[in-house]
């Protein structure tokens, strides 16, 4: 052998080793990343999932608390992400999200799967006493106002609880109104001495006709008086994410009406069980209430 072979085939047996000894790097740069926002997940809180796949995917979907996920590719970051949430009754502790990609074609038709586990932790939620009494047809209905609570509840039921494949929203969420709340979400609220359930939105201090504008893009799924709820704006904003705006005195807005963010939906008012002018906001994942504060702290992509 050369002495030019013999220094060739020292150099590639040098390669050879340090690509070795480096190899778990390599491994741990192509493996499944899952990233949240926020870092810290709690009962009630909205949660931004961002995950990095080992391949080039096609698709992604997954699967977290026993709610389905269909994952939007960002080429911004590389990553693939998806809005979901915690429902306020959750116990604290570990869950796992699972995961399944589909390869894209020139990388081979195979089905990558994944599951990582996350802590959920405990938020702290306040109880407040209402002062303002509240007519007596919300606490002790009459037969006639009965139906008509039922028939609230079955549309509600019916509307409430769709799940629309494409997702509307993009970009972070804005507030409906610029305006102090008077009540946040979670609270335990005393009406008449009774305590209700727990409240499952916010409530902004506004006055009657205030314009109320849509949190974000979507498709108005509702737009219509209910017992309870009085003026009701329900806008479906993909995924089965859904933003309520409750009491409205006015509409600005018709069912099937496609909408953007900002744009003017409704004006305030007092309108069904209210203690007086406000406007009541509540956000709707897939059956479950999620904290709007926390959802307008979110950094959402605009992809």
Same mark, same amino acid.
């Not at 778990?24 to 499944?32: D, L």
């Not at 269909?70 to 570990?94: H, I």
């Not at 893009?217 to 309870?228: E, K, Q, S």
């Given at each position: 052998?050369?002495?030019?072979?013999?220094?060739?085939?020292?150099?590639?047996?040098?390669?050879?080793?340090?690509?070795?000894?480096?190899?778990?790097?390599?491994?741990?740069?192509?493996?499944?990343?899952?990233?949240?926002?926020?870092?810290?997940?709690?009962?009630?809180?909205?949660?931004?999932?961002?995950?990095?796949?080992?391949?080039?995917?096609?698709?992604?979907?997954?699967?977290?608390?026993?709610?389905?996920?269909?994952?939007?590719?960002?080429?911004?970051?590389?990553?693939?992400?998806?809005?979901?949430?915690?429902?306020? !009754?959750?116990?604290?502790?570990?869950?796992?999200?699972?995961?399944?990609?589909?390869?894209?074609?020139?990388?081979?038709?195979?089905?990558?799967?994944?599951?990582?586990?996350?802590?959920?932790?405990?938020?702290?939620?306040?109880?407040?006493?209402?002062?303002?009494?509240?007519?007596?047809?919300?606490?002790?209905?009459?037969?006639?106002?009965?139906?008509?609570?039922?028939?609230?509840?079955?549309?509600?039921?019916?509307?409430?609880?769709?799940?629309?494949?494409?997702? !509307?929203?993009?970009?972070?969420?804005?507030?409906?109104?610029?305006?102090?709340?008077?009540?946040?979400?979670?609270?335990?609220?005393?009406?008449?001495?009774?305590?209700?359930?727990?409240?499952?939105?916010?409530?902004?201090?506004?006055?009657?006709?205030?314009?109320?504008?849509?949190?974000?893009?979507?498709?108005?799924?509702?737009?219509?008086?209910?017992?309870?709820?009085?003026?009701?704006?329900?806008?479906?904003?993909?995924?089965?994410?859904?933003?309520?705006?409750?009491?409205?005195?006015?509409?600005?807005?018709?069912?099937?009406?496609?909408?953007?963010?900002?744009? !003017?939906?409704?004006?305030?008012?007092?309108?069904?069980?209210?203690?007086?002018?406000?406007?009541?906001?509540?956000?709707?994942?897939?059956?479950?209430?999620?904290?709007?504060?926390?959802?307008?702290?979110?950094?959402?992509?605009?992809?």
């Amino acid at each position: 052998m050369s002495t030019n072979s013999f220094r060739h085939l020292r150099d590639l047996l040098i390669v050879i080793v340090l690509l070795s000894s480096i190899h778990p790097k390599i491994q741990a740069a192509t493996s499944w990343s899952v990233q949240t926002e926020p870092a810290r997940l709690v009962n009630g809180g909205p949660v931004l999932f961002r995950v990095k796949a080992p391949a080039r995917l096609q698709s992604l979907t997954g699967s977290w608390l026993d709610h389905q996920l269909t994952f939007s590719f960002d080429p911004k970051t590389g990553t693939w992400f998806v809005l979901a949430g915690v429902s306020l !009754e959750t116990t604290p502790g570990p869950y796992a999200i699972e995961l399944a990609g589909e390869r894209a074609a020139r990388s081979g038709s195979a089905r990558l799967t994944f599951t990582h586990k996350l802590l959920v932790g405990r938020a702290k939620y306040p109880k407040i006493k209402v002062p303002l009494s509240v007519d007596t047809k919300f606490t002790a209905p009459t037969p006639e106002q009965l139906q008509q609570i039922d028939e609230a509840k079955k549309i509600k039921q019916d509307y409430l609880n769709r799940v629309t494949p494409e997702r !509307e929203w993009a970009g972070s969420f804005i507030t409906p109104v610029k305006a102090p709340l008077s009540d946040v979400f979670g609270s335990q609220r005393i009406f008449n001495n009774k305590t209700s359930s727990p409240h499952l939105g916010l409530d902004f201090r506004v006055p009657s006709g205030t314009p109320v504008g849509a949190m974000n893009d979507g498709i108005v799924l509702l737009a219509r008086p209910l017992f309870f709820e009085g003026n009701f704006v329900v806008i479906d904003h993909g995924q089965g994410l859904l933003s309520l705006y409750l009491h409205l005195s006015d509409f600005k807005v018709k069912e099937g009406e496609q909408v953007k963010r900002g744009q !003017e939906i409704g004006l305030s008012g007092g309108t069904g069980r209210a203690t007086g002018p406000h406007l009541h906001v509540a956000i709707r994942w897939q059956g479950t209430y999620l904290d709007p504060a926390r959802l307008l702290q979110l950094r959402l992509p605009t992809s």
